[in-house]
């Protein structure tokens, strides 16, 4: 059965993959220990709202490594954990420079 309160959109990466970025109403997120909902902005959409961000395109997708996802003032352990015992690691380039949609 089809349902118009969700969108689904998918975007091709390098490398053969793909990432799907689904949109739906904020009040049907499953979300058993409440962590994640606590982090909406908006905890329910007005049915025109909902409507309107389901037809829009979403924003350009971009990719990022692992350590753009950590914080800042934690890089310096994370590249400590992920370099090979002994070698100092060192952080690839851009997604622009390695000529991936950014």
């Not at 979403?58 to 015992?85: G, I, K, M, N």
């Amino acid at each position: 059965q089809l349902c118009d309160e969700w969108t689904c959109w998918s975007h091709e990466l390098p490398g053969g993959h793909v990432a799907s970025v689904v949109r739906g109403p904020v009040g049907a997120a499953q979300d058993e220990e409440g962590a994640f909902r606590a982090t909406f902005g908006h905890p329910a959409l007005p049915a025109d709202e909902l409507a309107a961000r389901l037809a829009a395109r979403p924003p350009p997708f971009v990719a990022v490594t692992v350590r753009d996802l950590v914080p800042e003032h934690r890089r310096a352990d994370y590249d400590a954990s992920a370099a090979p015992e002994g070698a100092p690691w060192t952080p690839p380039p851009p997604a622009a420079q390695r000529g991936e949609p950014g």
